[in-house]
């Protein structure tokens, strides 16, 4: 926190009793102890929540008029509880915002896991967009019954994070296998079976090195053809392990590779996982579904931002009784910058265009010679964001917003659980505001989502339907939203994420998939259809690996939905090119559009975090099958810690930077004479362009659109 800045709570550490405090719909008290055992940590005092009968219940504060809009604050609090059987809750602090039209806002600052042992400290920050005309911040989150105590609470203005420097890394020794005897030349010797289990050296594996590998190494010698077979397997975890510690360098991306599959008798498909042990914490180094019918490719990709003090790298997964077996382990540091090299040659192929301009008229005389200056105001490539109503009240952020993305997606206020939240009670009004607001500023709309197939974010009401009356919600929701919105949303995610759940398909049948597409298009026809899900990239999730998603939709296909895009969600660490590409051409094969929805990248360190985004998006941009990415937000505080491109209160960061860098090479320029013939050739990307020809007498501006096509494309410019 920034010193010197005036703390905003009043009585913040209830030196003055209970003034300026109040209670949530429960009781609250200012103690020196509980029975003796429970004493403050800081000061002298703490207050305490009782008699709580709901989990929003609590102790709070009103703060109008002392937190300024545009201006992040952080919130420091010092927690615990206290109550019959409680060991363990979460306690979060949340702030109540009523705008002077009546809305309600609740933003979540921060929670943490509080115990009735200890104080534990209670740290977020937020940031308020509008001018409400009341803000509250309260406490909440325990099972009713359990008292929240609070020892202080502090709400001071945000300082800023000192500047992130890029990594210096000495010798990152790209492309070089950091596994001990990976070929098994020296039998086991290097790796230990970790658990009671037991690890022989065989033959019989692949020679050739795994796509995924081969397409960040380049030519390569083969594999030895060896490979561990752990037998006496008596828990998913056990398998063949080696300690990495001293080989790996802090902020590196590392690529994983190897060739797994499972012995005889095993029942189905096993999940076989790459994982490492960072201190005790279990990090995923690439997840498949072997089978004993042939070796599998795993791939993934792991990057340490903190010095560990333990390192280990360890296979499992199958069920406990089946033989695992693996050969050519390798991990090694991946060199981005080469791999951009070769993309840049794909994006000129796919994203540009030889362009012929023919300069047509009455007095064409004199014109060779004329000088033409050619410069894109605008790519074509569709690169939108995440909004949510609220950012729309920050002017800071709908400047940078409507500056440097074409397309948006609403973040929650089209999903139903927000235009629905109870049966029959509808707020359209946010997501009517939003869809204004684009369509004001030229911006396409991307409609997300209509149903959710995940249980936990379907709304009680919903969930407590009966088969038919589900049926008929269902009905409505899709006639309702569709109808209203009709030709307005250029795209809709259809049900979201149906790798990652089925609460429809489990109450209302395996065809109630394809039906939902069916209701739609007949509902909207104008509107594009997508699969929407996460993990598809990254080789981290056996149930949505680009073969299972596409076959996904090829199921959904056969049933007669008219899927038109696929969605690839897009949140994603420490992210490599070549899993990336693999997984992208992998779904191309269904021939189908492919957007990224949801994009963002995470790293604390803000280089890191742009170098990833800047692989990302080069690969989207490279591959034909993507028509478009979304990122999911660029504000700090509205999309998830560590993703952001601009801080709380504008400035633009390192990943930023790197976006509008990007931005910034994919326009093209050209200059220069009148050929004969009265033609200027050049090539360009995509996109809208503002042409000069200037001449003895006159100058002539004219604007022309760079459409995408095969071969080159002939422009009359009348004089």
């Not at 709309?445 to 919600?473: S, Y």
């Not at 149930?543 to 897009?570: F, M, N, R, T």
């Not at 990248?601 to 941009?621: G, I, K, P």
């Not at 790197?658 to 990307?685: D, I, M, P, Q």
Request: hydrophobic share 40%; with cysteine.
């Amino acid at each position: 926190m920034s010193s010197g800045d005036e703390n905003i709570i009043l009585n913040p550490r209830f030196e003055d009793g209970l003034n300026n405090w109040a209670g949530r719909g429960c009781q609250i008290a200012v103690r020196n102890s509980i029975d003796g055992k429970i004493m403050p940590q800081s000061g002298n005092y703490f207050a305490v929540a009782t008699a709580r009968t709901q989990s929003w219940n609590g102790i709070q504060q009103e703060i109008t008029g002392r937190a300024q809009r545009k201006r992040a604050y952080e919130v420091d609090a010092l927690v615990r509880i206290y109550g019959k059987n409680a060991t363990t809750s979460t306690v979060q602090v949340t702030l109540y915002v009523q705008l002077p039209d009546l809305r309600e806002q609740y933003i979540s600052i921060a929670n943490v896991q509080a115990t009735d042992k200890d104080w534990v400290q209670l740290r977020g920050k937020f940031l308020i967009n509008n001018s409400p005309s009341k803000i509250i911040m309260y406490f909440e989150g325990p099972p009713a019954g359990i008292d929240i105590l609070v020892n202080y609470c502090l709400v001071k203005h945000a300082a800023k994070p000192p500047p992130s420097r890029p990594p210096v890394i000495k010798d990152p020794e790209f492309g070089v296998n950091i596994i001990a005897n990976s070929n098994l030349d020296d039998d086991t010797n290097g790796w230990f079976p970790l658990g009671n289990c037991k690890l022989s050296v065989q033959t019989g594996s692949p020679h050739v090195l795994p796509p995924m590998a081969r397409g960040s190494l380049g030519p390569h010698e083969p594999l030895s053809g060896r490979y561990i077979l752990v037998t006496g397997r008596t828990q998913t975890w056990m398998g063949p392990a080696q300690m990495i510690t001293d080989k790996l360098k802090l902020y590196l991306t590392y690529q994983v590779s190897a060739w797994v599959r499972v012995g005889t008798g095993a029942f189905g498909p096993q999940i076989v996982n790459v994982a490492l042990s960072v201190d005790g914490q279990w990090v995923n180094g690439g997840q498949i579904e072997a089978s004993d019918d042939g070796w599998r490719e795993i791939g993934g990709s792991f990057r340490l931002e903190k010095q560990p003090s333990k390192v280990m790298v360890y296979l499992q997964g199958p069920s406990s009784g089946v033989d695992l077996m693996v050969g050519g382990l390798q991990i090694f540091p991946v060199d981005r910058c080469a791999r951009f090299r070769c993309l840049d040659v794909q994006i000129d192929l796919i994203r540009k265009r030889d362009v012929i301009l023919k300069l047509t008229g009455s007095e064409l005389t004199g014109l060779l010679g004329a000088i033409v200056i050619v410069k894109q105001r605008e790519n074509s490539f569709p690169l939108g964001s995440c909004i949510n109503r609220t950012n729309l009240d920050n002017e800071d952020f709908v400047d940078f917003f409507v500056k440097h993305f074409n397309w948006a997606v609403f973040g929650n206020e089209l999903k139903w659980y927000w235009t629905e939240p109870q049966q029959g009670k509808f707020n359209y009004r946010d997501a009517d505001e939003m869809l204004d607001f684009c369509d004001k500023n030229g911006k396409q709309t991307r409609g997300h989502c209509i149903f959710w197939e995940v249980e936990g974010v379907v709304q009680p009401w919903v969930r407590a339907l009966n088969r038919n009356d589900l049926m008929k919600a269902v009905q409505n929701r899709l006639t309702g939203l569709l109808t209203r919105y009709k030709g307005r949303f250029k795209h809709y995610d259809v049900n979201n994420e149906m790798l990652h759940g089925s609460f429809y398909q489990d109450r209302l049948g395996k065809n109630i998939r394809a039906t939902m597409f069916s209701m739609a298009h007949q509902l909207d026809p104008s509107a594009q259809l997508f699969v929407n899900d996460y993990h598809v990239e990254d080789g981290d999730d056996a149930k949505s690996s680009p073969e299972k998603y596409s076959q996904h939709v090829i199921d959904l296909q056969k049933q007669g939905a008219p899927v038109g895009g696929i969605g690839i969600q897009g949140h994603i660490d420490s992210p490599v090119g070549s899993i990336v590409c693999s997984a992208l051409d992998k779904l191309a094969t269904v021939g189908l559009p492919i957007w990224f929805t949801e994009m963002d990248v995470t790293s604390n360190n803000e280089y890191v975090r742009a170098d990833d985004l800047e692989v990302m998006l080069r690969e989207a941009f490279a591959h034909p099958a993507v028509e478009g990415v979304m990122l999911w937000g660029f504000w700090e505080l509205f999309m998830r810690e560590n993703a952001h491109l601009v801080d709380a209160e504008g400035e633009v960061n390192e990943a930023g930077k790197r976006l509008l860098g990007l931005k910034k090479e994919w326009l093209s320029r050209a200059h220069g004479l009148v050929e004969e013939e009265c033609e200027f050739r050049f090539r360009g990307f995509h996109g809208t362009y503002d042409v000069e020809i200037i001449t003895p007498c006159e100058k002539v501006c004219k604007t022309i659109v760079v459409d995408k096509g095969y071969g080159p494309m002939e422009v009359s410019i009348d004089l």
